[in-house]
């Protein structure tokens, strides 16, 4: 309780910034995927279509971690980078906790809330309420596409906000990775890395389609992520649970006392 009464702002923060991703999923798919927009008909190529979707959700990474809110939650909007976080002790469980509960919140209101300005063309199946499934190659390629693609976010996060040069550009470098991997990896799996994400998708849609990879694979590569820079670089060589650390919000994380660590 004390946690919760402390830091429900940051909490309240993550919801958002899960939701506002999720609200521009739908509404960028619609745009640029229904067979109705005039999008879809001036680009027959999906190859193209789905390059524009990866710069749109790109930028909106980007702006939800440079955002007054996002400065001061850290911008995590992900499950899998709050356990990666919480495994190398830079925030507290309870926090992640709520964080955790948060984002899945988050991410289902957003769906919610694309649903209601939609209407019936976020059900169309080239929309699909930007669902998360397996592509044709299957579960199996899925998850292991799932779980590569977590541990090089995770391992580049690390990476930058560790180094002082980079680690003011740490969510520009997120931004242009989400864009490369919808670009690249999105029909292996729908490209993911964020069970929230998923779940918000799917719970809204009732599709449930290999939801367990979406948990899973995540999870698995970003915590291997933060075990390997853990083991090659130290305790030490890690930085703030934040995306961007160099503003003058509040940082829960930092506040006076170290997070105490998991495991």
């Not at 592509?135 to 998850?143: E, I, K, N």
Request: overall charge positive; aromatic content about 8%.
């Amino acid at each position: 309780m004390d946690a919760l009464r402390r830091h429900w702002p940051e909490y309240l923060m993550e919801a958002w910034g899960l939701g506002t991703f999720m609200v521009s999923a739908c509404l960028v798919t619609a745009l640029i995927e229904h067979p109705g927009s005039a999008v879809r008909q001036a680009l027959p190529d999906p190859t193209l279509r789905r390059a524009l979707i990866g710069l749109a959700m790109g930028a909106t990474a980007i702006g939800i971690v440079y955002s007054p809110w996002g400065k001061q939650s850290g911008a995590h909007i992900n499950p899998s980078f709050t356990l990666a976080f919480l495994r190398l002790g830079k925030i507290a469980p309870w926090d992640a906790a709520f964080y955790t509960a948060a984002q899945f919140a988050g991410a289902t209101v957003g769906v919610v809330l694309a649903a209601l300005v939609l209407g019936s063309r976020i059900a169309d199946p080239a929309v699909g309420y930007a669902v998360t499934v397996p592509g044709p190659a299957g579960p199996s390629v899925a998850f292991l596409a799932e779980a590569a693609i977590s541990f090089g976010l995770m391992t580049l996060v690390l990476a930058a906000t560790t180094h002082p040069r980079v680690a003011r550009f740490t969510g520009i470098l997120v931004g242009l990775t989400v864009a490369a991997y919808i670009g690249i990896e999105a029909p292996f799996s729908g490209m993911s890395m964020n069970p929230a994400r998923t779940f918000g998708s799917a719970v809204v849609a009732q599709v449930w389609t290999a939801f367990w990879l979406y948990v899973a694979a995540p999870v698995a590569g970003m915590l291997a992520a933060a075990e390997v820079h853990r083991r090659r670089r130290g305790d030490g060589a890690v930085g703030c649970a934040k995306l961007h650390h160099q503003n003058d919000r509040r940082c829960i994380h930092c506040e006076g006392r170290e997070a105490r660590r998991a495991v």
